[in-house]
């Protein structure tokens, strides 16, 4: 029963809604904002943190939903698994973490779960030679030297270096402009101008589909859509689209009263 209570935080938390912990406190989802670089998204990091306060599911009826039990039964559940996870100050949930010092510590496990997309890494700039520079100052050297050899050995006519032929610079034709990002079966362009409530940036496309259908799932009344951002490869999975900004955030705002699955959505603007 342990491992069922374990896993059934860690299931809670991966679909995006906090778990309140009675006597101990809750793990809370935390978002940090997506960038837009020059090298495309960077999506956002979701990580879990603790606070003292009771908020989102209570793991008491999470574990009565769960297991089909009463109130008593839940209760009797709960006892053993809390006193099998705390270790004095310390709660261990293994799968999911530590807390400790109000801290809480998230296990690889959760943060891969947590955070499924994934950006490459920025190519490093090759750096460029100084070939050229170098002859043009072996040049100069030279010549000064001769100059140097007629002054001070008086010779009627000084000696005439001849410059070493400049290296042949190829000409390095430029780069062709990346191709427009195909159109994908269930994938959509955005339209100039539009706006999109967005619930997360994906690198793989079954990541995308994955939460969509999950989303689709829990609230099929939404209009779930994917999209690519003109030729960057990164998918944003929105969860509608609305002619201004302002009826977007009034949107974003009900959901977000609605369930802790949307907390850490955002608005982007196709300009």
């Known amino acids: 029963m342990i491992t069922q209570v374990n896993n059934l935080i860690y299931n809670t938390l991966c679909k995006g809604s906090d778990v309140a912990i009675p006597t101990v406190g809750s793990l809370v989802l935390r978002r940090s904002a997506a960038i837009k670089s020059k090298e495309g998204f960077v999506p956002p ?29 839940a209760d009797e559940i709960f006892a053993q698994w809390l006193d099998s996870v705390k270790q004095g100050e310390k709660v261990v949930i293994e799968g999911v973490g530590t807390i400790e010092n109000r801290t809480f510590t998230p296990s690889e496990q959760l943060l891969s779960a ?3 997309m994934t950006t490459a890494a920025p190519t490093p700039k090759a750096k460029g030679g100084n070939g ?10 030279l010549a000064v030297a001769g100059l140097l050899l007629y002054i001070f050995l008086g010779k009627s006519e000084p000696e005439v270096v001849t410059p070493a032929p400049a ?39 079954d990541n995308a589909k ?39 955030l009034e949107r974003m705002w009900s959901l977000q009263e609605r369930d802790g699955l949307f907390d850490d959505m955002w608005i982007f603007t196709n300009k």
């Open 114 to 116: 947590l955070n499924p």
């Open 210 to 248: 994955n939460y969509e259908r999950m989303l689709e799932r829990y609230y099929p009344e939404l209009d779930c859509k994917i999209y690519h951002h003109r030729n960057d490869t990164m998918y944003l999975l929105a969860v509608d689209s609305c002619p201004t900004r302002t009826a977007c």
């Open 45 to 73: 990091q979701r990580t879990v943190s603790f606070t003292g306060e009771l908020r989102g599911l209570s793991l008491h009826n999470l574990i009565a939903t769960e297991a089909g039990v009463d109130a008593a039964r």
């Open 132 to 141: 050229l520079l170098i002859a043009i100052i072996v040049v100069l050297l």
């Open 167 to 205: 290296p042949v610079v190829e000409a390095v034709e430029p780069a062709p402009e990346p191709e427009p990002v195909p159109v994908v079966d269930g994938v959509e362009r955005m339209t100039e101008g539009g706006n999109y409530i967005v619930w997360g940036v994906f690198a793989e496309l």
